[in-house]
């Protein structure tokens, strides 16, 4: 097969700008986001949608973007977490993963936020049982997930005191 | 000024990159004309190198190819020993050896030329099973298949049997555990003959790979540089490893002129690097029907896969840990690790005691259940004190409270409450509770004379702009080495930590401080960074630049002042081993650790005996580390290596196949999620260490030695399951429970 005929054209909104990417047919929506748009924070942990790394909202669904080809992509809305601060103010999420020892070594950090931003776009006011479950298709290795937890429950009341 | 910053959850020094997802790892980072690098490696798990053939429809020529033949240097893994070569040349001993390396800038096209290389063998049968390898079958490594052996004795054991009221006798396994970080690992090279070659990975222990890639290349150390870049988890497993794919990646890299990355994918990480080494240990125990121990004799043995590595220090520190926080008076521990045709086990938190800690306090329950005691009443009975005697020979100097330790968990988990309501509960109901305990110690640094032959170094300066920065080749992978070392400097300085910086780990500009392993990056390193700054703080105090009580622009004001006077205003410290300290390599007898953490964990579990399904459902973790520098990531520390050690005992099962992973995807290897793991309450004892920075000890291994045990014996206590391997799957409990197999 040629170079050209191996290249797709993917156009859509990643973060609130349109875009237009050109990629390997083979690409997933993960290669797309950390080599044509140069998002490298969305992570890769095993390419197989088990660890959750790669977590990103695709029209407003939380989605392993390992698991997503890139053509399925075009015309999508997407955030990730490069979208999730306001220019430099960070949103209440990542300030309380900062404040509560929510992140060690970062590497799931981005995927995580982004499940629970999820959780929370649906649910103000989850309960811990919630949060787990809402959580529970993004691995953590350093945590134990303990101050995971504490840090979305954290989120959710300053969120209430200062919406 | 005192205790401005220790103590305090200081947010995470990086943790804004974090959280933005700004952070960039290995695999973020680009550099110009890079191509992608690929390894080819052995099908076979013992075989002679017959042919290499590089199949048809791919466009050859546009590659670089490396085989053992390109390599410049020594064609070894220089670690304790050369025995592990950088690539297969004549033979294979393990599944997932590398023979040969290739790249090129297309990686879609890379993986379909990795299919069209085939390797021809001639097989020779291998050895899989430490017993087959103690049986000599083949001889696989040396004269007799054991990469070491160790023999540590206390007092007389032969003495003691006759006059036993019970002697406790059993057996105990653990299985493989991958560190499952959850950033792969990946290296970047560069190199060439006239710059040398530089590396930029996710590693632990940056000069580990320097020594390894001086060999390789044989090149002068100057011409060797390593930079560690952001890392997404290590647990041991970017230890020793990282040094292989770093000489990978530095091989296609010089033979292509271009940079090269290298990024594991998942299955490939899995299959191809180390893992915690599999154990056998058995008990003979000697007590009376007080519960007192008469003599523990120990037989301990590692798994080490195909090369040396790192185990004898692995067996090491097992073997140390093997006989507990208990004042025995007759002790005698054999050891050794054995060679099996698997990739080398390696470095994984706890190295090595995890394993021997398993058997000896499930054993502790069995012997309990011998005399007819209660679990921690036997504990009790033999809890060592400040001035006994540890199994090596040790006399422990600090002040040790087992017994307050033990009874604060078993208070804090409503132990004896819970063990009362489950004996009336269980027998109405299909789901049975238990609760478990095991009681441990952790040693922390370097074993025995270890520290004293790495003669770390850290580096303190101070720019004329007031900057303070700390220099060592200690690395951030998580467990909180950025924040810990802004905070023990700020502390000797009486800054705060926002005017410390923490360089990037890199072999051109920072010391080398040893490894980040051992627990003793705090404790050891730690240490040198508060001595440094405080060097930095008695200059300008001596210069008459400063005086105490000043503010942090008096501070800033002083650092301006004093390069113009006096020069460069730095501090370079080196470890001094303490004097009264002593270690005999030869008997393996003396003072093993400088200090020891001490602990007492607590695990309640659910069994539901029709589907054998084990559930945790509280966590207590109890523990004196000394001062607590950081309460949030000391805290964090412990649960998440609680978590890991719940996967230990009842998830993470590497299912092998002729020395080949088989279970290798994160479908099929399954570690704790959010749902799994239970409320993990930590509490610290704190107890200042003399000789710790601002009185802190060493954390990091601690967690993963008692949390499997307790898991183990509550699940004994609520089904009277006689558990003597982990993990305990549902299938494997199934087993006991049913007396079938599954």
């Known amino acids: 097969m040629s170079e050209a005929a191996r290249k797709i054209r993917v156009q859509c909104e990643i973060n609130g700008k349109a875009v237009s990417l050109e990629t390997h047919s083979m690409a997933r929506l993960l290669d797309v986001l950390r080599e044509q748009a140069g998002l490298t924070g969305t992570k890769e942990g095993c390419g197989e949608g088990e660890c959750g790394a790669c977590s990103i909202e695709m029209d407003g669904a939380l989605v392993n973007s390992c698991l997503i080809p890139a053509l399925q992509a075009d015309g999508a809305k997407i955030r990730t977490i490069e979208g999730v601060a306001d220019a430099d103010v960070l949103s209440a999420l990542q300030k309380s993963f900062l404040g509560h020892g929510g992140a060690q070594c970062g590497i799931c950090t981005p995927g995580m936020i982004l499940a629970a931003r999820n959780l929370l776009s649906r649910n103000a006011q989850p309960t811990e049982n919630e949060v787990r479950e809402a959580l529970s298709g993004n691995l953590c290795r350093c945590t134990g997930y303990t101050k995971i937890f504490e840090s979305v429950l954290e989120a959710c009341r300053t969120q209430r005191a200062h919406p | 000024m005192e205790n401005r910053q220790i103590g305090k959850s200081i947010p995470r020094k990086e943790g804004r990159e974090k959280v933005t997802g700004a952070a960039r790892y290995v695999d973020d980072l680009t550099f110009p004309d890079m191509i992608h690098g690929l390894t080819v490696r052995s099908s076979f798990a013992r075989g002679k190198i017959l042919g290499i053939r590089f199949g048809e429809g791919i466009p050859w020529n546009e590659f670089t190819i490396v085989t053992a033949k390109d390599i410049p240097g020594k064609n070894c893994i220089a670690l304790l020993i050369e025995d592990q070569p950088c690539l297969a040349d004549q033979f294979v001993n393990h599944p997932e050896e590398a023979v040969v390396l290739l790249a090129h800038p297309d990686k879609y096209l890379l993986e379909e030329a990795r299919r069209a290389v085939q390797i021809e063998y001639e097989p020779l049968p291998g050895v899989f099973t430490i017993d087959d390898s103690l049986s000599l079958k083949q001889i696989i490594w040396g004269d007799d298949n054991v990469f070491k052996s160790y023999r540590v004795e206390k007092g007389d054991v032969g003495s003691a049997w006759s006059s036993a009221d019970f002697i406790v006798e059993g057996e105990y396994e653990t299985g493989a555990q991958e560190q499952l970080y959850i950033e792969p690992q990946g290296m970047i090279a560069r190199a060439n003959s006239t710059e040398g070659v530089t590396v930029w990975g996710s590693l632990q222990c940056p000069y580990y790979v320097h020594k390894a890639l001086v060999r390789l290349f044989g090149l002068p150390k100057e011409k060797v540089r390593v930079v560690q870049t952001e890392t997404g988890g290590g647990f041991g497993g970017k230890e020793e490893y990282p040094s292989m794919i770093a000489g990978h990646a530095a091989l296609l890299a010089l033979k292509s002129g ?259 392993v051992a627990s003793r990056t705090t404790m050891i390193v730690g240490k040198l960074v508060e001595t440094a700054a405080l060097a930095i703080k008695k200059s300008l105090l001596d210069a008459g630049l400063l005086k105490n009580g000043y503010s942090a622009h008096d501070f800033v004001d ?153 898991i183990a014996n509550a699940i004994s206590h609520a089904t009277r399951a006689d558990v003597r391997q982990i993990p305990i799957t549902t299938e494997k409990l199934m087993e006991m429970l049913e007396g079938v197999h599954v």
């Open chain 2, 558 to 710: 002083a650092c301006r002042k004093y390069p113009g006077k006096f020069g460069a205003l730095q501090s370079l410290v080196k470890y001094q081993h303490p004097g009264d300290l002593h270690w005999d390599d030869a008997k393996y007898q003396g003072d093993a650790y400088g200090a020891y953490a001490w602990a007492v964990y607590v695990a309640e579990v659910s069994v539901d005996t029709r589907t054998a399904e084990v559930r945790v459902e509280d966590f207590v973790a109890v523990q004196e580390v000394g001062k607590v520098i950081n309460p949030i990531l000391a805290a964090g520390q412990i649960e998440g290596g609680v978590a890991q050690g719940i996967g230990f005992a009842l998830y993470e099962n590497v299912v092998w196949q002729e020395g080949r992973m088989v279970n290798g995807q994160m479908t099929n290897y399954i570690m704790p999620t959010s749902m799994d793991v239970p409320p993990i309450r930590v509490f610290f004892e704190e107890l200042p260490y003399a000789r710790g920075p601002a009185g802190a000890k060493g954390i990091g291994e601690l967690p993963l030695d008692g949390t499997a045990p307790a």
């Open chain 2, 258 to 516: 271009k940079p090269v990355k290298m990024i594991y994918d998942r299955a490939e990480d899995m299959a191809a690097t180390t893992k915690r080494h599999p154990s056998r240990t058995r008990h003979r125990t000697a007590v009376t029907r007080e519960g007192k121990l008469l003599a523990m004799e120990i037989d301990f043995t590692l798994d080490g896969g195909a090369y040396e590595t790192l185990s004898p220090v692995v067996l090491s520190r097992g073997t140390i840990h093997a006989a507990g926080p208990y004042a025995c008076p007759n002790v005698l521990i054999q050891s050794r690790v054995v060679a099996t045709n698997a990739p080398p086990h390696g470095a994984f938190r706890g190295f090595g005691a995890p394993q021997s800690v398993f058997a000896l306090e499930r054993h502790l329950d069995r012997v309990a259940v011998a005399v007819g005691i209660s679990p921690e009443e036997v504990r009790r009975r033999n809890f060592l004190h400040e001035g006994q005697t540890l199994a090596v020979g040790q006399v422990v100097r600090e002040k040790v409270q087992m017994d307050k330790l033990m009874d604060r968990a078993l208070a804090l988990s409503g132990y004896h409450e819970k063990r009362a309501r489950f004996a009336e509960e269980n027998p109405r109901s299909a789901i049975k509770r238990g609760i478990g305990f095991a009681a441990f110690l952790h040693g922390a640094g370097f074993t025995g004379s270890g520290e004293e032959y790495l003669a770390s170094e850290a580096l303190v300066t101070a720019t004329p702009e007031g900057k303070v920065h700390v220099l060592a080749g200690s690395t951030e992978m998580g467990q909180g080495t950025n924040t810990i070392f802004a905070q023990i400097a700020a502390e000797a300085l009486g800054l705060d930590c926002d005017q410390i910086e923490i360089l990037q780990p890199d072999t051109s500009l920072v010391p080398n401080s040893g490894p980040t």
